[in-house]
């Protein structure tokens, strides 16, 4: 009977691993959560095959109002980069996740802890005191700066360093996968701008402050909102005026979040023979 050889022997072993521990030979994904969809299609661009993404807040839902679930728990203990909007926009829900989760890697201040709007154009900075009796203003600035398409460049350019940062054999990679991102994204500018310069200061209203980025980039005119102050809901007296600003400077179109009830807006344009446009501010906005 034949003895094995020793280099047989380490074969045979290997082989077992590889049969039994098929992980083992294949690198570790990096493992990313985002607080929305906006921040994982930039993220999943940029990432590309090295990592595993996955949005806590669903497309279709208003990302200041999130109902915290244990699932999200399990998604943040798990995480290996936290990726956020940032400007205290998931202040309201977000934060107890971090704290319950007992991941040490995703708190805030740590590596794997990163808010995105430290890459951005931010608007509408408060210059004087904040209170409440202003609404729902933050006090950092307009945190809605993802629909504007230079941001999206400017956020894109961070996280493919961020995972380089986190990542380091794959780092060329990442910035390979920005490289064709930048391009591409330049292209599809070049025709969003044409698309938009019959458009280029067309009076609008908007049901929320969340406009101000997608407004300047593409040179529209926000002339009100539906809501008296940003976070509180239509009233009587302000629904009066806004109708009477309308008529005034003309403005017919109504822009609103799928998240938002459309009685008051349909009701504003048929006063004002204007007209309610739903739009899509996040990916995956389709329920």
């Not at 279709?60 to 728990?73: G, I, T």
């Not at 926009?89 to 709007?117: C, F, H, M, T």
């Not at 009796?133 to 945190?143: F, K």
Request: overall charge neutral; some cysteine.
């Amino acid at each position: 009977m034949l003895k094995p050889t020793r280099l047989g022997v380490v074969f045979i072993f290997l082989s077992l691993v590889a049969l039994f521990l098929p992980g083992v030979a294949q690198a570790k994904k990096l493992n990313v959560v985002t607080a929305t969809t906006d921040l994982a299609a930039l993220a999943q661009e940029v990432g590309g095959d090295k990592i595993q993404v996955e949005s806590i807040a669903k497309g279709y839902q208003d990302p200041h109002f999130v109902e915290a679930k244990p699932s999200f728990l399990l998604k943040l203990r798990q995480a290996d980069l936290l990726i956020v909007v940032g400007l205290q926009l998931e202040i309201g829900w977000l934060p107890p996740l971090i704290n319950q989760s007992g991941n040490a890697r995703v708190q805030v201040g740590a590596a794997g802890y990163l808010d995105a709007s430290q890459f951005a154009e931010i608007l509408d900075i408060p210059t004087g005191q904040v209170t409440r009796a202003m609404g729902d203003v933050h006090p950092l600035g307009n945190p809605h700066y993802w629909l504007d398409p230079d941001n999206g460049r400017r956020i894109a350019r961070g996280f493919a360093a961020k995972f380089g940062e986190l990542d380091p054999p794959n780092n060329a990679y990442y910035q390979e996968r920005f490289q064709d991102f930048d391009k591409r994204l330049s292209a599809a500018e070049q025709k969003w701008d044409e698309e938009m310069k019959p458009f280029h200061g067309r009076k609008v209203v908007t049901y929320h402050n969340s406009f101000p980025n997608f407004a300047k980039h593409f040179g529209l005119n926000v002339i009100g909102y539906v809501e008296p102050r940003p976070g509180i809901p239509p009233t009587p007296s302000h629904t009066i005026e806004l109708i009477g600003l309308m008529k005034r400077e003309n403005c017919k179109l109504i822009l609103v979040e799928p998240y938002f009830d459309l009685k008051t807006p349909q009701s504003i344009a048929r006063d004002t023979g204007g007209q309610v446009v739903q739009y899509l501010p996040s990916v995956g906005g389709v329920k």
